[in-house]
Structure formats: C-alpha cells, structure tokens
C-alpha cells in the first residue's frame, strides 16, 4: 500500500490561533497611541520606546540563551510588547540608562526568573515601571508638556500630569476635556490620549484578544467609587470623568490589567479582579501618597489572582 | 435570535463540500468484515458459523446482554470466518468476515421505496422491533437506541430531540439524508414519539442547512417542531443540543431523560423508520467521504462492513500527499492506521487530510490566556485539568469536572499556544474514572 498514514488524536484540526498573532495583535492595537505620543513627544517618544524595547528583547535574549539555555521565545513578541509597555509608562524625556535599568527589572526580576512568558506572576511592565519609580521618584514624576508641532527633546518644559494637579488642590489648571480627550496633557508616553486608547481596545475586542470584563469593570468601578466621592464632597475631589481620562487609568485597564498570563481565567474571576483594581485605584488615587493609583493596584490584583482563580471558577455546565 | 447553547463553543471553518451533494450507493464489497461489537456495551454473539449461508439482513450477532445489540449481516455469500479483525483502533475484535456472493435480501425485508405511514403497533411493539433491528445511535455514540427509549423508573420523557445539527466540519450525510428521505425522518420521528409516549419533539438543526429545514417543513406533522439553530460547535453534543432546544441543563452524571429529553440522531430516526416501517434492519449507513485529500467529495450509501479504502476509491481516490485518514469528522474522529478496516454502524464519515493539514504545530507554554476556558461547552477549565493530569493530582482534576469533558475538542482547537489539551485531560478523565468506580 502507500505512504504511512499519519496517526494522532482528536480534533484534527486547529484554529489557526497563536500567541504571535495576539502579542502583535495588541502591539497595532498600541499604534493609535503612539502614533499620537510621537506627535506629542516627538523624538523624546521614539527614543524612549526605541530603547525599552531593544533592551527587552536583548535581555530576554541573553537571559535566554546564556542562564536558561533554552530554545529563543522573542518571535513570540511578548519582550516586544513588554518594552512597548514599558515604554509608554514612562516620561517621555527620561534618561536612557533609566530606561534600561527599568527594562532588565521587567524581564530579568519578573518575568524571566519564573520560567517566561506563562509563568510570571507579575506584568513584566507594570514591575519594571514601578521599580522605577520606587527608584527614581525624581525623574519619573516629571513629564514634558507636550509642546507644539514639531516637539522638542532636550528642553522641553516640563509640567505634572493632571493627577498631580488633582494631589494640589482640586480645580487648579485643568486642561480641557477636549485636551483630554486627544492626550495634550503632560503623561507618561502611551497614557495621555484618552480616544487613541479606546480605538485600542476596540481594536482588541474584534479581533477576539481580550474580553471586555477586566477593563470595563475596572472603569465602572473607579466611576462610581469617585463619582460617590464627588457627589459628597465636591469641594475636595474631582468629577469622576476627570479619573477616567485621566493618567494611567485607561492604559492600565485596557493594556496592563489585560496581559493574559497575570489576570484570572474564569469571566467572573476577571470581574473580581477589574473590581479589585477599580477600588484599590480609587482609593490610592484619593487618599495615598502617590498621585496615581493604577499600577500599584494592578501589581496587588496580580498577586492575588492565583487566589482568585481557586475561588471562582469558570460557570460549570449544569450548575444552578 | 437563532438558539444555541449557552455556555462556550467555536465556530470552525465548516468546509462543507459535499452539501446538499446526492447520495449515491456504494459498490458492494467483495467480502464484508462485520464486527460483533459496533454499540457501546457489550458485543453480541455470534450466531453463524464458518461455512453458513447468510442474507441480507440474517441475523448474524445475537443482542448479550441489557446494553448490547443485535447484528445482521450486510451482505449475501458465505461466511468465511469469525475470528478477531483489526479495528478502526487497530485492536484486534471479534468480527464476522462473508465472502459476498450476489445480493440477496432476507424476505421479511420490504424493499420497496414507497413512504409507509401507518403502522398499528404499539410503544411496546415498536421498541421490540427497534431492538431487534440492532439500532443504535447513528450520530457516532452507537447507544442502543432501544435502551436508551425505555428510561430507568421514576424518570419519564416529555419530549424527543431530533439531533439534525451536524456540527461536525466537513460532514454532510445527515444534511443529504433530510433532503432526500425528509418524510421519513419525519415518519421515524413520530414513532420515536409513540414509542416513549410523548407528543412533542423537537429537531435541531443547524442554519447553514436551510434548504433541508425548508425541506423538513413542508412534511411537518402535528407535534413536531423543526429548530433552526445557530450554527455553533459542538451543537450537536447531546447536553448542548437539549440546553440550547429546553433551556435545562442536564447536571453532571444525570441523564438526559432526568431533564425530560430524549436525544435521538436523525439517522437514528431514519433507521427505526426502516425497521419498524419496513422491517429493514441495520446494515447500511450513510458515510460522507471528504476533505482535500480526496477527488471527490462524495456521500454514500454504505453496507456495513465495507472498507474505508474501497469508500476512498469509490469517491476517485486519493490526491495529493497523503496525510491522515479520519474515520467521522476533525473535531472528533479518529484517526485510522490503515484503510483496511470496515464501515461500521457509527461510521458517520471518512476525511482525507493531505499533508500539509496533517501535522500539529508544536507546543509552548501555556500564556494562561483562558481561550480554552471560553471554548469549553461544559464551563470546565482545561489548562487547570491538563496541569493536573500532568502532576497525577486527581483530587484537583476531580474536585474540576474533569470527568465532565465530552471530548469535543475545542480547547485544543482554540489554544493559541497549540497545546494538546485534550490529549492529557482524556488520560485525566481515564485515570479519575477508574478511582471513582474503585471507590464504589
Ligand atoms: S474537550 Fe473537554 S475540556 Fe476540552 S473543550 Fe471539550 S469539554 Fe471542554
Ligand atoms: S488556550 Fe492554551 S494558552 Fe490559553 S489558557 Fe488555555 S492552555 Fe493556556
């Protein structure tokens, strides 16, 4: 007879799905965002993103090959995303040996040391950017404002970011919504445009990459904790809207609070978790030290995912 | 808004290419290899010997036991030997091999086309008679359909699931059969009624088939519904069809009857039509022959205990680079060693895959992104089952349902990480199985 006849067990078939395809699909989903970050930074933007990434995928690389000896991961892009992460949670003029040091932490503490991508218990990011800021609280609260077209670099003004304008005293020099809205506001790279986020997320949501869950009750949560806030004490704290645009808070939810490997997996697992973050975001926000809550909360609500998937489990077929 | 079942599910590329196609009957086989187990539980025994003279239709494998089934041959000629054949596992199994000679039916058989509707037999009479067809579930689970008509005590039906969906990709026999045989279907679906004493019935069937929904609905008869479903898989796995038909959702270990349904393939009521109607029993099927890997996509008419291979060449043979041979669809089928082994009675279809579909990509880690957990029609959390078969913790896998996977595959389908999901949690479920009836 012919040839062997090729034996394996069932299905037979594949989706064609596969982590490349959701580490790049997440990466166009960043586009709109950086498009506009590079408009508003200009080469400050590139610069920052061009080194957080090279430095992730070089020290993925080498940790890879010389410490694990195990086969390469990059083609998979998750050092990719994570430098593009990382890169858009930092000032956009910050010096480029801060950049690197914030990317080893990312790859070389918490995500490589616990088996690679999969296996981490931490965002890689979100890690590397709050050990820098613990670090370095000087040079990473300090953001160029935005300037007009073409940017500057070197001597860009500096100015805070809206949340550190809210810590000051509610209804100083807020920007506009409008301004809000379009990121002409001083952030970290990737956080300032609320609507190039959004497309982001709707981007992601056709193509299947996320579910809505975490993000959405992450933003209803923080909406209604301080939207309850504003309704009491209007004098002290902001208009809810203000939260949501601003800062960290769509970037978080949308991009950082999504990464698969440190969110739950059941749907009802996501929501505990996004409600976690809303109100731990809020209450940080409100009433701690540090201006902006978001990634602080993220990395808590990570810690506790494992937690969380024991307890709520995925809806069982048949269950009441 | 179409119905569906409501928890997980995928929607697979559904590469239909014989729908709708005409059935045509396959060549006889010059000798026919009959196994004596073809039904879930316990084989049937041997009623001829080597040398006998049989019929068309002769009962040849006699019913052992409260789940087993009748056998009757396929073919006419003389029996060559009973002696253990390879089987579509490669086991080796008790079959009854019939040197075909001519083609001459048992005399009890109509044989005429015409549409019989009325039969005076009772409940009582008609699942005799399904018994003594040998009929059993024709969608692929191969439950004696007998048994499965006459519920334990203290549970009764309210209602019978006509099982039309043929979720399954590539797979269209059930999609011709309704086109050609819909009064039929029809007839065997009201004696399923009779035969369990319901008046309502309900058949499933998904909506990329609407010329055969538009078929089913011009015979429609009083008490039977016919469902367009979403078409969404697995729609055709028993506990999803009578989720997505009742809203219930039968509870772990329960049968469905302990909803009030009773599921049958419509096949299935193809089959008792033959039996009861025409005192035909259970020796052909219909077997779609597929997929890229061969001429011509085809749907027959098969005797049981035909070869796959003489199927394969019947439908033009193969093209292409060879790769694998499934016997039923992608999802769920099974992958064959060799084509040398015979059409049985859950034989729904055989898809050629050529090469380049064959082989599986290779495995990484696992990204904890929960795509298998969204997939998975049972709520069951596979990369948490496969972890812990992996670490033997079958306490872990237990206290998860492991024991409740249907083995549709969808977690393995969807896995962006390609991991063999359902490979581990199958091993799981066997392991977990064995020390829960050791406990009993
Ligand atoms: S094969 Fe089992 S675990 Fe996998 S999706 Fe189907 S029911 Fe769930
Ligand atoms: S689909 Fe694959 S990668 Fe994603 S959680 Fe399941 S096993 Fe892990």
């Not at chain 1, 200009?42 to 061009?50: D, N, Q, R, S």
């Not at chain 1, 709050?130 to 300090?142: C, D, E, G, K, N």
């Not at chain 2, 049968?255 to 020796?283: C, D, H, R, W």
């Not at chain 2, 003489?310 to 060799?338: H, T, W």
Request: net charge positive; charged share 15%; glycine share 10%.
């Amino acid at each position: 007879m012919k040839k062997e006849l090729i034996v394996s067990p069932s299905p037979h078939i594949h989706g064609g799905d596969s982590v490349e395809k959701n580490m790049y699909g997440v990466l166009v989903a960043l586009g709109p965002a950086f498009l506009l970050s590079l408009y508003y930074f200009g080469l400050g933007a590139l610069t920052v993103t061009l080194v957080s990434v090279s430095a992730c995928v070089l020290f993925e690389f080498l940790i890879r090959k010389y410490l694990m000896k195990q086969p390469l991961s990059i083609s998979d892009g998750s050092a990719i995303l994570t430098g593009v992460l990382l890169a858009f949670n930092l000032p956009s003029n910050l010096q480029v040996w801060i950049i690197i040091v914030g990317a080893l932490f990312a790859v070389g503490v918490a995500k490589m040391p616990f088996g690679g991508l999969g296996n981490n218990i931490f965002n890689p990011a979100l890690a590397g950017r709050v050990f820098l800021l613990i670090s370095f609280p000087a040079q990473m609260t300090i953001w160029p404002v935005p300037g007009s077209f073409p940017p500057t670099y070197v001597d860009g003004e500096t100015g805070a970011t809206l949340l550190s304008l809210l810590n000051d005293g509610a209804g100083a020099k807020l920007p506009a919504y409008k301004d809000m809205l379009l990121g002409k506001m001083g952030g970290s790279l990737g956080e300032v445009s609320a609507i190039a986020l959004v497309i982001g997320f709707a981007f992601m949501l056709f193509r299947k990459i996320i579910t809505w869950h975490i993000p959405v009750s992450i933003l209803v949560t923080v909406f209604v904790f301080t939207g309850i806030m504003y309704i009491v004490n209007p004098e002290t704290y902001v208009n809810p809207v203000i939260h949501l645009l601003s800062g960290g808070l769509l970037l978080g939810a949308i991009f950082m609070a999504t990464d698969y490997v440190t969110s739950p997996m059941s749907i009802s697992g996501m929501i505990v978790f996004g409600v976690g973050i809303g109100l731990l975001t809020s209450v940080i926000r409100l009433f701690g030290a540090y201006p902006e809550g978001v990634s602080f909360a993220i990395l808590i609500m990570n810690a506790v995912t494992p937690l969380i998937n024991t307890y709520f489990k995925p809806k069982h077929f048949g269950s009441k | 808004m179409l119905k569906t079942f409501r928890i997980g599910g995928i929607h697979p590329c559904e590469n239909k290419f014989s729908a709708g196609g005409q059935i045509r009957q396959a060549m006889l086989p010059e000798r026919a290899v009959i196994f004596l187990a073809q039904h879930l539980g316990v084989p049937a025994e041997a009623v001829v010997k080597k040398g006998d003279m049989v019929k068309v239709g002769t009962l040849i494998g006699k019913s052992a036991g409260f789940i087993s089934a009748n056998i009757h041959s396929s073919v006419s000629g003389k029996v060559a030997r009973v002696e253990a054949m390879p089987d579509m596992s490669g086991y080796r199994r008790p079959a009854i091999v019939v040197d075909v000679e001519g083609d001459e039916w048992e005399p009890t058989v109509d044989c005429s086309e015409e549409l019989t509707v009325h039969t005076d037999l009772d409940a009582k009479d008609i699942i005799k008679r399904i018994a003594d067809a040998g009929i059993v579930g024709m969608g692929g689970a191969t439950f004696p359909t007998h048994v499965k008509l006459s519920p334990p005590p203290g549970l009764k039906a309210e209602i019978i699931i006509i099982n039309a969906a043929e979720c399954e990709p590539y797979l269209t026999s059930d999609h011709s059969l309704i086109l050609e045989k819909s009064k039929e279907v029809i007839v065997g679906t009201a004696l399923l009624m009779k035969a369990v004493g319901v008046t309502k019935a309900v058949v499933g069937i998904e909506n990329n088939k609407k010329d055969a929904i538009e078929a089913l609905r011009k015979v429609k008869t009083e008490g039977i519904e016919i469902l367009p479903l979403k078409a969404r898989y697995p729609q055709g796995g028993e506990k999803q069809l009578i989720d997505a038909v009742m809203r219930r959702q039968i509870q772990s270990g329960a049968l469905p009857v302990s909803v009030g349904a009773i599921v049958q393939n419509v096949g299935t009521a193809f089959a008792v039509y033959e039996a009861v109607m025409k005192n035909k029993p259970l020796i052909e099927r219909i077997v779609t022959v597929t997929g890229r890997g061969v001429v011509q996509p085809s749907i027959f008419r098969a005797r049981i205990g035909t070869s796959v291979q003489s199927l394969i060449e019947d439908a033009g043979g193969f093209v292409g680079n060879q790769g694998k041979v499934i016997a039923g669809g992608p999802m769920m089928g099974k992958a064959l060693s060799s084509t040398e082994v015979p059409v049985v009675k859950g034989t729904s279809g055989i898809l050629l895959l050529p090469q380049e579909e064959s082989y599986r990509r290779k495995s990484n880690n696992c990204i904890r992104c929960a795509k298998c957990v969204q997939a998975c029609p049972m709520g069951l959390n596979p990369t948490l089952l496969m972890m812990a078969t992996e670490f033997g913790n079958w306490q872990l896998a237990e206290d998860n349902y492991i024991i409740d996977c249907i083995d549709c595959g969808s977690c393995s389908y969807t896995c962006p990480s390609f991991r063999p999901l359902l490979d581990s949690i199958r091993l799981g479920k066997d392991k977990v199985g064995t020390l829960i009836r050791a406990r009993k």
